[in-house]
């Protein structure tokens, strides 16, 4: 293809993308990003995802007594920094010395599905043609995604692979999984909310696509906000205001602005959210669920833990009790337990965005070498520059922001 027509397939797949906007997802941003330091922005966001999610891998679906019981015995409570390597855990690869590289996660071979549609397709992706990406480049999957791949191969194709068989389409596959859709839509978070749930709706449905969409909206407004408070409170807006989700996040909100500390506020968040709806713990916890490896189900499909609604909490939770501190806020998430290792990349991932790259210390990002594994194996690289990444990401956030500065605000 010459550079004349490489041109205008760009210029036009940026028409179609900016035309396929509808409703509130025209409406501009209150306050535009500045453009010299969205590419801070975005590889903050991405370091911060990856950092969170090697701090709390090893202790994945643990309640958080037993992450401070065998945190305490390596003199690592509470939590500062990347566990030691003689650190209880069956995950040891994700232990501090262990690593010299972000290792493969599946939380961010999920994302890179959707960039490979923004690489394939362009900011007008559909939720077909990402679910089609998912065929060619994912071996298997589980729970949620498992299920959307098998409906995939009987030609069920969204948004019903996302309930058809599902059990667990309220689950935290989608909500861990979006971050780069706030990335690409910086300060505009009914944008992001739109390409999450385009996303989202291959595989989730009800909370699940609902913490999706919050989540996209966190990370867009951090990357134009500095108060957290504010962030967490103003997310809120692109979910339904009576949603179990959201009811959640009003809660812990309730709970940091009495001055309940967070100990107290995590307890709130179990009680209420922590249990099956017939008041058993039973499948709460990775440590009390029954988990078949051959078919990669839950005997409980009530497994709370690994629900979107209160890990959705526990990232409220961190974020606002962090206060807008990088370290204290990953390391909170950490320590809620829960699915702490998808809760720790999405912390990571809004703080980065609001501090930028160059304002995370050092020591976090020196031991992933800049090093970024994608866990995708069919026809996409193994490895990739974090640096790399954000810079290609940043190009598709300026198309993004270039169509929104060219679409009337929405009035209606």
Wanted: charged share 20%; proline share 4%.
């Amino acid at each position: 293809m010459s550079m004349f027509k490489k041109i205008a397939v760009l210029c036009i797949g940026v028409v179609l993308a900016c035309s396929a906007l509808t409703g509130e997802a025209k409406t501009k941003s209150s306050s535009a990003i500045d453009p010299n330091v969205l590419l801070d922005k975005i590889h903050g966001s991405l370091y911060g995802k990856c950092i969170g999610l090697v701090l709390g891998q090893p202790m994945e679906g643990w309640e958080t007594k037993i992450t401070e019981q065998k945190a305490r015995d390596v003199n690592s409570w509470p939590i500062t920094y990347y566990l030691p390597n003689n650190f209880d855990t069956g995950l040891k690869g994700f232990l501090f010395g262990n690593f010299d590289c972000y290792p493969p996660n599946d939380d961010t071979a999920l994302m890179m599905m959707g960039f490979i549609a923004l690489r394939d397709y362009g900011l007008n992706f559909t939720p077909k043609q990402l679910a089609q990406i998912w065929s060619k480049s994912m071996d298997g999957a589980c729970t949620a995604e498992g299920v959307a791949l098998y409906n995939f191969k009987r030609e069920v194709w969204p948004p019903e692979s996302g309930v058809k068989d599902n059990p667990y389409c309220q689950w935290i596959g989608a909500q861990m999984r979006v971050d780069i859709w706030g990335m690409i839509a910086p300060g505009l978070p009914q944008v992001a909310a739109e390409y999450a749930e385009r996303d989202a709706c291959i595989s989730h449905a009800g909370n699940g696509i609902y913490a999706a969409k919050y989540v996209a909206a966190l990370i867009s407004l951090a990357m134009n906000h500095q108060d957290v408070r504010t962030v967490v409170q103003d997310a809120l807006v692109v979910i339904p205001e009576h949603c179990e989700y959201a009811r959640a996040i009003r809660d812990v909100i309730a709970c940091y602005d009495r001055g309940d500390d967070w100990h107290k506020t995590w307890q709130m968040v179990d009680d209420r959210y922590g249990w099956n709806d017939d008041g058993a713990r039973v499948g709460d916890f990775i440590d009390q669920s029954r988990y078949d490896k051959k078919t990669k189900t839950y005997e409980s499909l009530n497994a709370r833990w690994v629900h979107a609604v209160p890990n959705g909490a526990m990232v409220a939770l961190a974020l606002l009790y962090g206060k807008g501190d990088f370290s204290d806020s990953i390391c909170l998430a950490a320590m809620c337990g829960y699915d702490c290792d998808c809760n720790g990349g999405t912390v990571g991932s809004v703080l980065g965005a609001m501090i930028g790259e160059k304002n995370i210390p050092a020591r976090w990002k020196e031991p992933l070498n800049n090093r970024f594994k994608t866990g995708v194996h069919h026809n996409f690289p193994e490895e990739l520059k974090i640096s790399d990444l954000a810079l290609e990401i940043t190009g598709f956030a300026k198309q993004q922001l270039k169509c929104s500065e060219n679409i009337p605000a929405n009035t209606n």
